[in-house]
C-alpha cells in the first residue's frame, strides 16, 4: 500500500493550492484597457473553457509552471463559456482565431504569441516582460 501511496501521490499532508495574480475578464470594454495597458506592461489572456478536461489539464499545469510576479505582467482569466461575447471580441480584437484553451500575449496593443492546448505551456512568457 505505500508503494501505491506513493506512485499515485496518496500523501496524507495536505497541498498547498497555488493561487496566481488573475484578473478576471468578463466584459468587452476590458479588452480596450487590456491593449492601452500592454504599451507599458504586458498583457495575458488565458481563455479557459470550464467544461472541457483538457482545458483543465493545460490550466493545472500552466499554474504549476508559472513563476511571475503581478509586476511582471497582468494576466487576465476569461471563463469562455461564461463570457462568449468577451472570447469572440478577443479574436477579432487581437486578430486572433479562437480556440480553447488558449493563452494569447499582448504588447504594444497586438498579440505578440499566442498558442492553444498543450503548445500554452511552451510559451515563454519571461521573454516577454
Known amino acids: 500500500m505505500g508503494f501505491i501511496k506513493k506512485i ?3 500523501s496524507s499532508e495536505p497541498k498547498e493550492e497555488k ?5 478576471s475578464l468578463n466584459t468587452v470594454p476590458q479588452l480596450n484597457t487590456i491593449a492601452k495597458n500592454s504599451k507599458t506592461k504586458t498583457q495575458v489572456i488565458f481563455k479557459h473553457s470550464t467544461r472541457c478536461g483538457i482545458s483543465r489539464m493545460v490550466m493545472n499545469q500552466f499554474i504549476a509552471n508559472y513563476n511571475l510576479t503581478d509586476k511582471d505582467l497582468d494576466l487576465h482569466y476569461l471563463d469562455l463559456l461564461s463570457y462568449r461575447d468577451v472570447s469572440n471580441e478577443v479574436g477579432y480584437k487581437f486578430q486572433v482565431m479562437h480556440q480553447s484553451p488558449q493563452m494569447l500575449v499582448i504588447r504594444n496593443g497586438v498579440t505578440v504569441a499566442h498558442a492553444s492546448h498543450g503548445a500554452i505551456n511552451q510559451i515563454n512568457l519571461q521573454q516577454y516582460i
Not at 493561487?19 to 484578473?23: D, E, G, K
Open 19 to 23: 493561487t496566481l495574480p488573475w484578473l
Open 8 to 10: 499515485f501521490g496518496g
